[in-house]
């Protein structure tokens, strides 16, 4: 089982640069809360802003990925994962770059409803398969949305595309709850159980550009906000 930690409970023991010149590192980060999350309405593509607590979760990045020596920042083009990075961003004077195939999943006929409305309209079986990490539900999809193994594929294209061009060796990525449980999944298979994905969440990834291979460190993530 994954835990989340604080990062008053967690000291960094060493710098990810300090690792071997090919692996690279990157500090993926939900989203700060929005007034949908509070609501427990599910967004998809739908763009909504961050809440005041949604910029505070943003702030409190800062010194988590100034400790880490991020040195660019990768987002999706949704303005709550924009505005997240923007806050970092500012903070640490770092360049952002938006993609497309960062976004959360498309949901299609779902998005925009709440999870009891979700159940009522599409099932509570539809909905758990839609949820779980088993790899035989990977297909499974929303009326008119995408399936756990579209979403992998954009996911892993542009992370690798991203990395293996970047001169930078520690990255941050400002992106989407369903997006972190679908890397870990591809990643983790032998995890029983979903990862917790709380708004402004952080997990660190490593790449190694000479064998194009994932790590996942420590299978857990690095801090949670309250």
Same mark, same amino acid.
């Given at each position: 089982?994954?835990?989340?930690?604080?990062?008053?409970?967690?000291?960094?023991?060493?710098?990810? /640069?300090?690792?071997?010149?090919?692996?690279? @590192?990157?500090?993926?980060?939900?989203?700060?809360?929005?007034?949908?999350?509070?609501?427990?309405?599910?967004?998809?593509?739908?763009?909504?802003?961050?809440?005041?607590?949604?910029?505070?979760?943003?702030?409190?990045?800062?010194?988590?990925?100034?400790?880490?020596?991020?040195?660019? /920042?990768? @987002?999706?083009?949704? %303005?709550?994962?924009?505005?997240?990075?923007?806050?970092?961003?500012?903070? /640490?004077?770092?360049?952002? %770059?938006?993609?497309?195939?960062?976004?959360?999943?498309?949901?299609?006929?779902? %998005?925009?409803?709440?999870?009891?409305?979700?159940?009522?309209?599409?099932?509570?079986?539809?909905?758990?398969?839609?949820?779980?990490?088993?790899? %035989?539900?990977?297909?499974?999809?929303?009326?008119?949305?995408?399936?756990g193994f579209e979403i992998q594929n954009?996911?892993?294209?542009? /992370?690798?595309?991203?990395?293996?061009?970047?001169?930078?060796?520690?990255?941050?990525?400002?992106?989407?709850?369903?997006?972190?449980?679908?890397?870990?999944?591809?990643?983790?298979?032998?995890?029983?159980?979903?990862?917790?994905?709380?708004?402004?969440?952080?997990?660190?990834?490593?790449?190694?550009?000479?064998?194009?291979?994932?790590?996942?460190?420590?299978?857990?993530?690095?801090?949670?906000? @309250?």
């Open positions: 089982m994954l835990h989340a930690r604080s990062v008053a409970s967690r000291k960094i023991s060493q710098s990810p /640069l300090e690792s071997e010149q090919m692996t690279k @590192s990157l500090f993926l980060f939900r989203h700060g809360e929005t007034d949908w999350n509070r609501e427990d309405r599910f967004h998809g593509h739908l763009d909504i802003p961050l809440n005041e607590r949604g910029r505070e979760q943003a702030r409190a990045l800062i010194p988590v990925l100034r400790e880490a020596k991020v040195e660019a /920042l990768l @987002s999706s083009d949704l %303005q709550r994962t924009l505005q997240t990075a923007k806050v970092v961003a500012d903070a /640490l004077g770092l360049p952002i %770059q938006s993609d497309t195939r960062l976004r959360e999943a498309m949901l299609g006929d779902a %998005q925009g409803l709440t999870r009891d409305e979700i159940f009522e309209r599409f099932g509570t079986e539809l909905a758990d398969r839609w949820r779980s990490i088993d790899p %035989q539900d990977l297909h499974v999809r929303y009326p008119n949305g995408e399936s954009r996911i892993f294209d542009c /992370l690798e595309e991203k990395v293996e061009a970047s001169k930078y060796s520690a990255l941050g990525v400002a992106t989407h709850g369903g997006v972190l449980r679908r890397i870990f999944q591809r990643l983790c298979p032998e995890n029983q159980e979903a990862i917790p994905i709380p708004n402004g969440v952080l997990y660190i990834l490593n790449y190694d550009t000479s064998t194009h291979q994932w790590s996942a460190r420590n299978h857990s993530p690095w801090r949670k906000t @309250s």
